[in-house]
């Protein structure tokens, strides 16, 4: 009886340690079992996320910016300083520490719910049986009712470029630099590029980034994107649209990269470390016996239908190894939903209202569709845009970079999408998100009322936009 379960969770990420920490609430033996192995040989829980991503590359974008504040920003509020400098070892000792904080507290998490962690390998065979192998390599075979997959991804590697461990590393290898390099460069200008980017420059490596596309965050809304690619050069990051690796090499301690550049001419770039960050893909490696039930896509995704059902009855998936966006605040959400599914509960993720943030400074955010996106629909629709340099908080806080802008329906003036380039833009698109959740209209924000000075000013600003009805700023 000791190996039979109600739920097993197979991923101990942002998406399956909370699937098993409601299965728990919900009454139901839970297990979770994740193979997380750290570079120093240490397991752990968390996944990427807490592990390799989301929380170690905050807290050194968090400790860069501050720094950045303290070398540019301090003198404009009287603030003097002299000479500032970053000691490398004490940042990356405190990112480990949060890391070790947070991952260690999802141990406690499960010991108050009642989840059984298991941390090894597991494998599911079929039938709700799967396969457990522990870090000694002992196997045993557990039993559940129910199998929820949630395995996440890796980092996407590039034939022309490939990883080495230490001149050519992935996002995990750049956020374990011991040294500030003087020239790196970052294959890809996504999310992952342009964070990884801004944590490096500030500490003055010269950055140049290599983006095969040529528009920056093709996801984005473009004139978010514009606005940011501004001041990220303003900045010092060397973004390079239309470049084209075509293949990378490491002679003489440091890395030759070939590429062409947007009008099909060839180039090169010596730097002295190379991140490769064009993307994730699922990690399903020993995840699924032959004959599971548990059928893959083309892109080698695992197979689900709107409520996370895979091909094979009783088993669920979620999080980065199935279809939507790599996130982990949809993963969660997934997960959490699942688990209420499987207790008969009513349960659902509105995937219309996922936020996207990249925390980088100034911070970028949005939820909805792109102006491009809605054009696209035919739908005629209405845009009210609000700057942060009319933003008394923003002025005040020496950060009136960027922009609100909030895109509406004009035949019943529903919110389509809102996009934000500015201070504290990932805080400020909550608002957006709950008022999208709920359908809302311009006029239910303009009619919101907003504590005066704040930045969320900005989001009332630009609804009243919409319908050219702003007090701070000339309405057009």
């Not at 942002?14 to 397991?43: F, H, M, T, V």
């Not at 020993?286 to 896509?297: F, I, K, Q, Y």
Request: one cysteine or more; glycine letters at 12%.
């Amino acid at each position: 009886m000791a190996d039979e379960y109600d739920v097993i969770v197979i991923g101990g990420g942002p998406a399956g340690y909370p699937a098993a920490i409601r299965a728990a609430q919900n009454k139901l033996k839970a297990a979770c079992i994740d193979e997380w192995q750290n570079y120093d040989g240490s397991r752990a829980f968390g996944g990427t996320c807490l592990n390799a991503g989301c929380i170690p590359s905050k807290a050194l974008l968090e400790s860069t910016e501050l720094l950045h504040r303290a070398q540019v920003e301090f003198a404009a509020h009287g603030i003097q300083t002299g000479a500032v400098s970053m000691d490398v070892a004490a940042m990356q000792k405190r990112k480990a520490g949060i890391v070790k904080g947070m991952t260690g507290g999802i141990l406690q998490l499960f010991k108050a719910a009642g989840v059984t962690p298991l941390q090894g390998h597991g494998r599911f065979l079929g039938l709700g049986q799967v396969e457990f192998t522990a870090p000694d390599g002992s196997v045993r075979q557990l039993s559940a009712k129910q199998v929820v997959l949630a395995s996440g991804s890796q980092p996407a590697p590039l034939k022309s470029a490939p990883f080495d461990g230490r001149h050519i590393v992935d996002s995990w290898g750049a956020l374990e630099f011991d040294a500030v390099p003087k020239r790196l460069g970052i294959i890809g200008a996504g999310v992952i590029g342009v964070e990884l980017g801004s944590v490096w420059r500030r500490l003055g490596a010269e950055v140049v980034i290599l983006e095969a596309l040529p528009e920056f965050l093709s996801i984005a809304d473009q004139q978010l994107a514009k606005e940011a690619l501004k001041h990220f050069r303003k900045q010092g990051l060397d973004v390079r649209l239309g470049a084209k690796v075509s293949g990378a090499r490491v002679a003489d301690g440091a890395v030759q990269v070939e590429y062409s550049d947007a009008a099909g001419a060839s180039q090169s770039l010596t730097v002295d470390r190379l991140v490769v960050c064009i993307g994730r893909r699922p990690f399903t490696q020993g995840l699924l016996a032959e004959g599971s039930g548990v059928e893959l896509d083309e892109r080698g995704f695992i197979k689900v239908d709107h409520e996370c059902r895979t091909t094979a009855p009783g088993v669920w998936a979620v999080g980065d190894c199935v279809r939507g966006p790599m996130l982990a605040h949809k993963g969660k959400e997934e997960g959490v939903a699942v688990a209420d599914r499987i207790a008969g509960l009513y349960a659902e993720v509105n995937y219309d209202v996922i936020p996207s943030v990249i925390y980088t400074a100034p911070e970028i955010a949005w939820v909805g569709k792109t102006e491009e996106q809605v054009k696209a629909t035919g739908r005629p629709y209405k845009v009210g845009s609000f700057p942060f340099l009319a933003s008394g908080r923003a002025r005040a806080m020496e950060a009136s970079q960027g922009f609100v802008k909030v895109i509406a329906a004009k035949d019943d003036d529903q919110i389509l999408g809102v996009h934000v380039v500015g201070p504290m833009a990932g805080e400020l698109i909550a608002e957006a998100v709950l008022a999208m959740e709920y359908s809302a209209s311009t006029e239910d924000l303009q009619r919101t009322i907003h504590a005066h000075p704040t930045l969320s000013e900005g989001l009332h600003e630009a609804a009243l936009a919409a319908d050219k009805r702003a007090i701070d700023m000339p309405n057009r």
